[in-house]
């Protein structure tokens, strides 16, 4: 069973930046593939960005390519999303998963374990 607690949402100016942190509980989140992935209202779930278990491989969705950057610390149990040139469409709640097999998944029922959700607002 792994726990995930995601921080760092906010409301943000466009073209802005934040910094969105997923930190899970356990020892064994080096085995795990990490992903984020975002709803707004009335939408589907949508890929955001994943990586595999040692960060060699990495995905993102075509609308965050070039804005935004994921990344794991492994010592800290911590994968974290840098967001950059945010824009309106940008937000939604942010969700990080956890897949058990190390993989960098790129759809949601690949994820066996999720976090609460982080809201980000990104204003005009």
């Known amino acids: 069973q792994v726990q995930l607690v995601e921080s760092g949402g906010g409301l943000v100016q466009a073209g802005g930046s934040l910094r969105l942190s997923c930190v899970a509980s356990?020892?064994?989140?080096?085995?795990?593939?990490m992903g984020w992935f975002r709803q707004a209202p009335g939408k589907e779930r949508e890929f955001v960005a994943s990586l595999s278990r040692n960060g060699f491989w990495i995905n993102y969705g075509d609308s965050v390519k070039g804005r935004f950057t994921i990344s794991r610390d492994n010592a800290k149990n911590t994968v974290y999303l840098q967001m950059n040139s945010l824009k309106s469409e940008d937000t939604a709640v942010y969700y990080c998963?956890?897949?058990?097999?190390?993989?960098?998944?790129?759809?949601?029922?690949?994820?066996?374990?999720w976090g609460q959700g982080t809201q980000v607002t990104v204003s005009t």
């Open positions: 998963g956890a897949q058990k097999d190390g993989l960098a998944s790129t759809r949601p029922d690949e994820y066996a374990y």
């Open positions: 356990g020892r064994t989140f080096s085995t795990y593939g």
